[in-house]
Nanobody, 118 residues
């Protein structure tokens, strides 16, 4: 059974930092791209950042590039999202994401709330 479990969300002031963590189980970790999406009520889920299975190629949305960093640790089977210089518009539910290379099916965590106060 595949499980992605997020942690690290919370309330932070504008300009502050948070680090999200996601631990994965039930997948071949090194064969999956991993990352983060986010969603606010009434809007579609959007990409935040994704790191490829080989651990080097990364893709970020324009809105977070330069402020957020995605990393992965194969020994801990975890993916992280370091968020710096947070803005109120970063407020959303953040979802951990996994997709096996060459396959279409995507796995999602349950989501963790991030709230940035102005």
């Amino acid at each position: 059974q595949v499980q992605l479990v997020e942690s690290g969300g919370g309330l932070v002031e504008s300009g502050g930092s948070l680090r999200l963590s996601c631990t994965a189980s039930g997948i071949h970790f090194n064969m999956h791209s991993l990352g983060w999406y986010r969603q606010v009520p009434g809007k579609e889920r959007e990409l935040v950042g994704v790191i490829a299975s080989e651990g080097r190629r990364k893709n970020y949305s324009d809105s977070v590039r330069g402020r957020f960093i995605v990393t992965r640790d194969s020994t801990k089977k975890a993916v992280y999202l370091q968020m710096d210089s947070l803005k109120p518009e970063d407020t959303a539910v953040y979802y951990c994401y996994a997709k096996r290379d060459g396959y279409r099916y995507e796995y999602w965590g349950q989501g963790t709330q991030v709230t940035v106060s102005s």
